[in-house]
Each structure stands twice: as C-alpha cells, then as structure tokens.
C-alpha cells in the first residue's frame, strides 16, 4: 500500500514527464512560444487530494513527513546547483546577451527539476527504506 507522500510523487513525476513531452513535441513548430506547455504542471496542484483524510485514518506520519522534508533539501539542492552551473555557461552559449526567452523558459526548467528531483528522492527513500530521524 502506497502512502500519500509516494501517490504524490509518481503523480508529479507523469506530470512533469507529460509537460516535458509536450514542450519538446511542440518546439518544432511553435518556436520558444512550446514553453506554454508548462501549464499542464498546474495539475500538480491535484496532488493534494493523495492527502484528503478519510475518517479516521491517518494520512501522514513522522516517517513521511521526514521523508518529505528530505527530499525538498535534496531538490532545492539540485536546483541550485544546475542554476549555478547554467549561469556560469550561459555566457560562453550566448555572449555577452543572453536572451530574454532564455531566462523566461529558465523559471518553468527548474520548476520541473524540482518537482522531479523531489519526487525521485521521495521515491528512493521509501524504496530504500530511509532511517528513521538522527
């Protein structure tokens, strides 16, 4: 039996991989303009009802909520450092301007990678059985 904290995830997870697909499909066509495909990452705002309680029974506990917490720490981790690493190269791509549907397109970029990043790290601790507290 799934806990909310792993429904959510993999739930995120098809989301942003349905996002993903649909931005790279559209390129082609729509140029820099396929970012609005990032809009089906709304959906990820559903993932709320994994945690609806139903009676009496218990939703979350310690054990998902430290999961949880920790896989947060390890996304805004990763996020940080790819934005370190593509502002770094970012200048080298484009010179001494980079354009604007660059830096625009980069908001909707690592908001995905946090949602996935978040949700793999969720996924592995509960796989791997994370620890209790230290």
């Known amino acids: 039996m799934m806990s909310a904290v792993q429904k959510q995830a993999w739930f995120n997870l098809i989301v942003v991989a349905v996002a993903a697909v649909t931005i790279i499909s559209l390129y082609?066509?729509?140029?820099?303009?396929?970012?609005?495909?990032?809009?089906?990452?709304?959906?990820?705002?559903?993932?709320?009802?994994?945690?609806?309680?139903?009676?009496?029974?218990?939703?979350?506990?310690?054990?998902?909520?430290?999961?949880?917490?920790?896989?947060?720490?390890?996304?805004?981790?990763v996020v940080w450092v790819v934005f370190i690493i593509a502002v770094l190269i970012a200048p080298r791509l484009f010179g001494d301007s980079v354009p604007i549907a660059v830096v625009q397109n980069s908001v909707w970029v690592a908001f995905m990678i946090l949602l996935a990043t978040q949700s793999i790290v969720a996924l592995v601790q509960y796989r791997l059985g994370a620890p209790d507290a230290e």
């Open 28 to 77: 082609p066509w729509l140029g820099a303009r396929a970012i609005g495909g990032a809009g089906i990452l709304g959906l990820c705002g559903l993932g709320a009802l994994f945690h609806w309680r139903h009676g009496r029974r218990v939703v979350i506990d310690e054990r998902d909520e430290l999961i949880n917490r920790r896989a947060m720490v390890w996304a805004y981790g």
